[in-house]
């Protein structure tokens, strides 16, 4: 049986998107990428914090419902063009949700922590990165933005993931989730040689 604590929550990423948007007229796009950073930045404080004995109570309802939120933002939001282009993501959030539901029904807690803390301390630069497009920043300061988002992005998603990732692979219960996750690790592969790319000089990406 699905555990519904996360409708408590649902309304909470909902009312913070209308209040951005709304109240201080920030861009959809603005608004949600404030959203994601702050699960993120939720997350991670409560894998932190409470460990494993928090991931069910605490960890899953919260990622439960900002990934339905997320998942359902491009088509409503958004355009025919913007749900193509984040079909990667729509994918991303379906396997994450299913990975969410066997911890609530407590399998993969160890595994599920260990997923949720790379995934989310991971993109922590990308949400800055996002935001310095956004804001008046020099091109400077934002290089250095990058180069820190490409660094530690690399970290997570490559090393550390090639070194503790198998462990991890081979310890959840479902195979085929197993592979879903695995699908997505290669995503991230493919996002991480764009992030590098994008650093290149230009007549370096015209060879």
Known sequence: MINLEFLLVLPVWIGIYFVLVKS??????????????????AVLLVIYIGGLEAMKPLAVPLSTAYFIWDMLYCPIFGTKKDVIKDAPYIWH?????????TMDQNRNLEAGL????VGEISNLTSYM???????DLTKEQVKYVRWAQLIWYGYWRVYVLLTDGWAVFYALDDRIL????????AMSMFWFTVLFRNMLPKESKNK
């Open 24 to 41: 201080l007229q920030w861009s959809g796009k603005l608004a949600r990428n404030l959203i994601s950073a702050s699960h993120c930045v």
């Open 178 to 185: 197993a592979f879903a996750l695995a699908s997505i690790w």
């Open 114 to 117: 260990f997923i949720l803390w």
């Open 129 to 135: 990165v996002y935001h310095a497009l956004h804001v």
């Open 93 to 101: 959030h379906i396997v994450v949700l299913c990975l969410l539901y």
